[in-house]
């Protein structure tokens, strides 16, 4: 098992922008697919972006072109730039590690 803690939510503003990090507690090298997931209240987590050991990446198509996934195998983390940020991106946050490793979740708001 691999922990995993996520940060760097907040509230914004809409238009704004934040990084969020998960560190794990193990190495993640060897790591195939890491990601980012997130639950708004009353929905379903859906995927967010995801990206594997060699760096190819995948977006959902509500965040294609405004968040950027990458992962620093030498720090054990990954993270996530998410800019241009709207309302309907308010959620918890939660990285993903294969294996069914996940963290505890961050909580992002984007309100006025």
């Known amino acids: 098992q691999v922990q995993l803690v996520e940060s760097g939510g907040g509230l914004v503003q809409p238009g704004g922008s934040l990084r969020l990090s998960c560190v794990a507690s193990t190495s993640i090298s060897s790591i195939v697919i890491m990601g980012w997931y997130r639950q708004a209240p009353g929905k379903q987590r859906e995927l967010v972006a995801r990206i594997t050991r060699l760096g190819v990446t995948m977006y959902s198509d509500s965040v294609k072109g405004r968040f950027t996934i990458s992962r620093d195998n030498a720090e054990n983390t990954v993270y996530l730039q998410m800019n241009s940020l709207r309302p309907e991106d308010t959620a918890v946050y939660y990285c993903?590690?294969?294996?069914?490793?996940w963290g505890q979740g961050t909580q992002v708001t984007v309100s006025s």
């Open positions: 993903y590690a294969q294996g069914d490793n």
